[in-house]
């Protein structure tokens, strides 16, 4: 495995969607190499940075209108 | 292909909630999902307020489904359903439709980085890096743990394709496993995947000329 299949193959591998063979493969190129090393930390990294984000706030208009769609399904009955 | 999650004990409870008339519970739902319902309905529908009206036909729909949710799949992939099928329906009337490529990218295929970045065919390891990844924790923590770095993955977020940006979120923002992200926007588990690649890696180059721009 060369530096730039393992740049392709590092979301099958963080993902554990891989066969163990190509998983060795990955494993055995990561121990010789620092680069590739830091690359998947970093994009380790990416995902529990992206993880940290805020929830995206809700305009109050639609977070009424959807009260007002509750309480009228509740009130049903 | 593994099975399609079934609804978890916290999906359970809060559908309990939901039939109960648990108004608190239904916001809860209503302030996680919103954002993502619109989005997914604004893949199939041609604008912002059509896809604001599905996302409203949708939580209608889900309370008046509620007594049938039988908890084969988790409550969110189900809600997603819910949305995407009344957003189909309403996409046909409209008469048009956004092709799969659109909303996935042009760009499944290309490499994730230069090609500047590895050594060429000459030289004495091609393909192998010709500058070295930096260890991101030499970087100081004040940086990796600011605000600016997550308006900066926000933005590169925004800027991706309408479908890699979506499963990014689904999938890193909100924790969903990729399963569930699969049910919900009907994706094979390839190209799920592929989609994640291509964000994430995007979404690492932000990051990257964040840190290095100091």
């Given at each position: 495995m060369e530096c730039k299949d393992l740049v392709e193959a590092v979301t099958a591998y963080v993902e554990g969607e891989m066969s163990p063979e190509d998983r060795a493969r990955f494993d055995h190129h990561l121990a010789l190499c620092d680069g590739c090393t830091h690359y998947l930390a970093q994009i380790r990294e990416t995902i529990r940075l992206t993880g940290t984000l805020d929830l995206e706030a809700i305009?109050?208009?639609?977070?009424?209108a959807l009260q007002a769609v509750f309480?009228?399904?509740a009130s049903e009955r | 292909m593994a099975a399609a999650p079934t609804a978890s004990s916290d999906d359970l409870a809060l559908v309990l909630q939901l039939r109960a008339r648990d108004e608190a519970a239904f916001m809860m739902l209503v302030e996680r999902l919103q954002p993502s319902l619109i989005r997914v309905a604004r893949m199939y529908v041609q604008s912002q307020a059509v896809a604001e009206e599905v996302a409203q036909e949708t939580w209608l729909g889900v309370l008046q489904g509620i007594d049938r949710f039988e908890g084969r799949s988790s409550l969110r992939t189900w809600i997603f359903r819910i949305c995407a099928n009344i957003a189909k329906?309403?996409?046909q009337r409209e008469g048009r439709s956004?092709?799969?490529?659109t909303l996935a990218g042009d760009d499944l295929e290309a490499p994730?980085?230069?090609e500047s970045l590895f050594q060429g065919p000459d030289e004495a390891h091609p393909n192998h890096w010709s500058s070295l990844p930096a260890d991101w924790t030499s970087f100081p923590q004040e940086r990796l743990?600011?605000?600016?770095l997550r308006r900066v993955i926000g933005a590169a977020i925004e800027a991706l394709p309408p479908m890699q940006a979506e499963v990014i979120r689904l999938r890193d923002v909100l924790g969903w496993s990729s399963e569930e992200v699969r049910n919900a926007l009907n994706l094979s588990e390839t190209n799920q995947r592929v989609l994640l690649h291509r964000a994430r890696a995007?979404?690492?180059r932000a990051v990257e000329a964040y840190l290095e721009s100091a």
């Open positions: 305009p109050n208009e639609q977070r009424t309480r009228a399904w | 329906t309403r996409g956004t092709p799969f490529a994730s980085l230069p743990e600011g605000s600016e995007k979404v690492r």
